[in-house]
């Protein structure tokens, strides 16, 4: 059997505009749920080793949570995943000044960015697979970026039980981009218990390390003898409240690692493994970097699905990107975009059980 895609009205924005809910189904019992707004993953379920399925992604019952979220759950981010410093760059000798929205810098597009935007959304031709196209077009300065930017992301669910994210851009003036994909993950499926258990492996010998306002230094750090060596499983919440300055910076791990292997390569980047019902999330990138987020601002505060509040550290984020600030670091692999240029990154959430 190939996967199939369900279409349903999802809800209405305040405006009435109706925004749609696609669900795609596997043979081996994964469903994923898709919305138009923020092009947002609402749920996620998967077997545990015993073909139990339980939802692994944390979110909201309806459209209006979603359109009232601060925290990103589920969505895309763009233009720029994580921070651009006090909101400014220069590009071809032009300055840009983008919205502050995160303490004294500009974060995950500005707060119009594409997590907030409606996409068009189309289910793949079925020849492609059980998937959904999203397009969307972000006019020139919006979020004060320059270049009007063509977006295409597309989400597949293989038989393989992988989700395939692709990201495509073109533009029409040199801009910067940096897409991500900003679910937070609790692979138990429930909600209610913290992720402190989870083993996670990282393919990174380097981290990013940042000042406290999570910008960057500009330094290349190796992970060696710090509480960011992941090269071996080890439960986040082994060193996670480990006296280690960065970890004070972010109250906990918030950081940006550097992938080993080739930039445009789709490698390994990260495996991370729940011990009670033996999922295994694998993260697939051709990005050079990932950001690694252990839910440290969630507090509690927030209502998600079926009324569950979700307390500190109740889900992890693995963001495939580009590195913060880049368009201030020339050092950093760069995050231009020019006319005639393609955009393109590939991102594969695996999932199985152990
Ligand atoms: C992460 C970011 C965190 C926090 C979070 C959303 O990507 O690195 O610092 O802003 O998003 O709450």
Redesign the pocket.
Known sequence: MTGEVTREEFGRLPGGEAVELFTLRNAAGVEVRVAGFGGVVVSLRVPDRDGRPGDVVLGYDDLAGYVGD???LGAL?GRY???IARGRFTLDGREYQLPVN?GPNH??GGPRGFHKAVWRAEPLPSTEGAGVALAYTSPDGEEGYPGTLEVRVTYRLTEASELVVDYAATTDAPTHVNLTQ?SYFNLTADPTRSVLEHEVELAADHLTPVDDT?IPTGEIAPVEGTPFDFRRPTPIGERVDAPHPQLAH?GGY?HNLVLRGEAGELKLAARVREPGSGRVLELYTTEPGV?F?SG??LDGSIVGKGGARYGHRSGF?L?PQHF?DSPNRLAFPSTVLRPGERYASRSVYRFGVE
């Open positions: 601060d925290a990103y981010i995943g994580n921070r995160n974060l995950h900003h999570l972010a918030d950001q987020y440290n601002f984020c963001e913060p």
